[in-house]
């Protein structure tokens, strides 16, 4: 059975249209709370949310299909997506829902599930789900009015989800005397996240934390740094930090205002971690797209990359499979899964500063591990088809595969959310990579 609803993360797409509407919403939920009622007792779903405007019409759809199946539902309101993941374990929940498109624009949303053990939910689960959805077992299985569900608002579990992420670094560590700037990307942890900075010890000074429902990742956050940048030289800070709209990836700025990707900053703690034999296993979990100089800096330093496909919840099915307490995505997911089961950009910001308070050297020093390789990445728009199965593609890739052997490496794949065949490319040799891209997008476009 094809994927109809589900991405690589969850279910996603425009406001208002399908299959973000008010009507899907619903039957997701019911299909979901289907899929989880499996005994007798009062089953429970917890659902977050970060600040965009669908999300009040989301969440009341969803609230309303759980409870018509029977479940209980905790709406947490405004909430980072690792929050929601922590408190589904917390609170006993049979399911967790976060209503968030991450880092896209506010006129975008999703829908994300956590399982009763805080993971992202299987392929086969999420199969069962768009089954249900499809399918005219609805309206037959929904609840008794006597099995009908409650829903609630709580209040509390912000404080919960602080003091959890406080807790990952150990006591006698201090944030006082530091200088942060952190943009929160008016969205999900515009609350949080300066509190628990600000409760460490740090002079914060806080960006993107006045949503007002259509500013979400609006010139902020991890995705447009210029305005943490520019903070960090007004204020003079020792770091900025930069999240996401869900609050699950996270982007540093060192004093100097340069960027440290997710490449440099697992590159940081890894090497930190090694030191304290604190790695489970002799190396990391990245995904394909990691630059070729995160992996050669790990192996001189005696560890090893694992790669993934790109998605983090891929990342974290190799961790869990091989025994992996450190991995994440260039684009700063950070997944320490001694903490927490997805990616946590507040925890893994905290790890960074840990490391940056134990060497007493500047960010620019520290995070600063390796030099990246020359990267190329081109997106190629189709109308339909599988270019990637076009013969001249074929012989394209295969050639440049061939040309860049043993001096760089190739990844060419179709997005997973949009119509486009992602063509990246890495080489020591700048020029030569050039012309393995360029003749490679040349021939996708010619089959597109």
């Keep these: 059975m094809s994927r109809a609803y589900f991405g690589t993360d969850g279910i996603r797409g425009t406001a208002n249209k399908w299959p973000i509407t008010p009507e899907i919403a619903l039957k997701v939920g019911m299909a979901a709370g289907i899929t989880f009622r499996r005994g ?24 309303a299909g759980f409870t018509a199946v029977g479940l209980d539902v905790f709406v947490l309101g405004p909430m980072p997506t690792p929050a929601v993941a922590m408190l589904t374990r917390s609170l006993r929940a049979d399911l967790g829902v976060m209503i968030s498109a991450s880092h896209n624009p506010f006129h975008d949303n999703g829908i ?94 806080p960006i993107g934390v006045e949503p007002n429902g259509y500013n979400i990742n609006k010139d902020c956050g991890s995705t447009s740094v210029d305005a943490l940048c520019n903070k960090v030289h007004e204020v003079r800070a020792d770091i900025g930090i930069a999240l996401d709209g869900d609050a699950d990836r996270v982007i540093i700025v060192d004093e100097e205002g340069r960027v440290v990707d997710g490449d440099q900053l697992m590159a940081t703690v890894a090497q930190s971690w090694q030191e304290d034999n604190r790695l489970s296993a002799p190396g990391i979990v990245a995904t394909v797209m990691s630059n070729l100089g995160l992996e050669r800096y790990l192996n001189d330093i005696g560890l090893q990359l694992a790669r993934t496909k790109v998605g983090d919840r891929y990342v974290v099915e190799h961790m869990r499979a091989h025994g992996y307490n450190l991995g994440g995505e260039q684009s700063g997911h950070i997944v320490m899964s001694d903490f927490a089961t997805t990616g946590d950009g507040l925890v893994a910001a905290l790890q960074l500063l840990a490391c940056v308070k134990k060497t007493d050297r500047p ?86």
């Design 363 to 448: 960010v620019s020093e520290v995070c600063r591990r390796f030099e990246p390789v020359p990267q190329l990445l081109k997106n190629v728009r189709y109308n339909g088809g599988k270019p990637l199965e076009n013969d001249d593609v074929k012989a394209a890739i295969k050639n440049g595969e061939d040309r860049l052997a043993g001096a760089g490496r190739l990844v060419i794949r179709a997005s997973g959310t949009e119509p486009l065949i992602r063509v990246m490319g890495e080489a020591d040799d700048a020029v030569l990579l050039g012309d393995v891209v360029d003749t490679i997008v040349g021939a996708v476009e010619t089959a597109a």
């Design 40 to 63: 007798k007792y009062r089953h429970r779903v917890v659902i977050g949310k970060d600040t965009r405007l669908s999300g009040y019409m989301i969440e009341n759809a969803l609230v």
């Design 112 to 205: 994300k599930f956590f399982g009763p053990d805080g993971f992202k939910l299987s392929d086969e689960t999420e199969l069962e789900i768009e089954r249900l959805i499809e399918s005219d077992d609805l309206s037959a299985i929904l609840a008794e009015p006597h099995e009908l569900g409650r829903a609630k608002r709580i209040d509390g579990v912000r404080d919960r989800y602080m003091e959890f992420a406080k807790r990952t670094l150990p006591r006698d560590i201090s944030l006082e005397g530091m200088r942060i700037v952190i943009d929160c990307a008016n969205g999900a942890a515009y609350k949080v996240a300066p509190e628990v900075l600000w409760e460490m010890g740090a002079e914060v000074f």
